[in-house]
């Protein structure tokens, strides 16, 4: 069964979209607009100005932090306000509690994304923070995506570079759904893992573009996210977009207390394992490097010592995915090696 997005815009200035989308779908009246108090002050105004020239009644709730007690929180206001659709806007944070919300409650959500940091703008997907670890709660797809790329290109360079880097990763995703299908007997479909690998394949051949971080740049970029999330609508899972790479990110998260961008750090680790998947992961590098992601421990801002120990404990961040770490994952000397020779570390 695959669950799709039923409308994506992307574009420059569509943000002013939103309402004729709302009733487009026929997504009701009454929207609970989810955002973070950054964003709400850079564009809460449009947004009210669009929104009160509608015939859509709407709220807003600002969240704070991207965590599991933070979304539950916001049950009240959906329980006294009772909308018909939630709105998602902001970044990948503000979204995934939206999608946490929708999921919970039953109530269709739209995500409209204000940067390209990570592919959960319209994944089924949605990872909080909660307890000392990440929940990843599986959701629906958000009902349409607006991404407005005046929006998205005004956001700090950094962050909109991520995005990249989030994609680059499907090459070692993809590598590893495969070895899990044929060493586990996984279900692996090549439709979406090939729908993965495009979005990869895109950033490296216009890296050179994205660079220049113009409108067409993050245009791709955002492009990717979108085909990289409907990879995973269409898999059912987060496989096609998520592997070895992301498991060394997580670990990274928790031995270093979030160092840096999830995007930059899934960058780095897609070099580490394809080095141990035997791909070019010189090109990698290199990519990453045209587009001004780090590929480096320092260009993170952790100590080697961090990089080896996340990668000695990727493994056991999600014991039920199958990547090229096996099951007992890599010894402290493995590791140091491995980072070494991809000059990850010194
Ligand atoms: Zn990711």
New binding site residues.
């Given amino acids: 069964m695959i669950d799709l997005p039923k409308k994506i815009v992307v574009g420059e200035n569509v943000v002013w979209q939103i309402p004729k989308v709302i009733q487009e779908l026929r997504l009701g009246k009454k929207v609970l607009i989810i955002t973070g108090p950054n964003v709400w002050g850079l564009i809460g105004g449009t947004v009210e100005e669009m929104m009160s020239s509608s015939n859509v009644s709407y709220e807003v709730s600002k969240v704070y932090k991207p965590t599991l007690s933070e979304a539950e929180s916001l049950h009240e206001t959906l329980n006294s306000f009772s909308p018909d659709l939630i709105i998602g806007l902001g970044g990948g944070k503000t979204i995934d509690i939206a999608k946490y919300l929708s999921a919970s409650s039953g109530i269709p959500f739209m995500s409209v994304p204000t940067t390209s940091s ?2 959960g703008i319209a994944s089924p997907f949605a990872s909080l923070r909660g307890g000392g670890k990440i929940t990843s709660v599986l959701a629906k797809p958000p009902v349409a995506v607006i991404a407005d790329l005046n929006i998205i290109t005004s956001a700090p360079s950094r962050v909109i570079k991520a995005g990249a880097g ?1 994609l680059i ?1 499907k090459f070692t995703a993809v590598l590893d759904w495969r070895l899990a299908h044929r060493l586990k007997g996984e279900y692996y479909g090549d439709y979406s893992a090939q729908l993965a690998l495009l979005s990869a394949k895109h950033v490296v051949n216009y890296s050179d573009l994205i660079s220049k971080l113009s409108i067409e740049g993050v245009r791709v970029i955002v492009e990717g996210l979108i085909s990289s999330s409907v990879a995973m609508c269409i898999a059912g899972s987060s496989r096609p ?2 592997g070895s790479e ?1 498991l060394f990110s997580h670990a990274l998260d928790y031995v270093a207390n979030y160092p840096a961008l ?1 995007g930059e750090q ?1 960058g780095v680790g897609a070099i580490m394992m394809s080095y141990l998947h035997g791909i070019e992961w010189r090109k990698i590098k290199k990519v990453l490097k045209k587009v001004g992601l780090p590929t480096t421990a320092k260009e993170l801002g952790v100590r080697d010592v961090d990089i080896i120990n996340a990668l000695t404990i990727a493994h056991k961040i999600r014991t039920e995915r199958y990547t090229i770490l096996g099951e007992s994952g890599l010894t402290y000397e493995a590791a140091e090696k491995l980072a070494k020779e991809t000059e990850v570390i010194d």
């Fill in positions: 990570h592919d989030d990763a977009a998520s992301h999830h899934v």
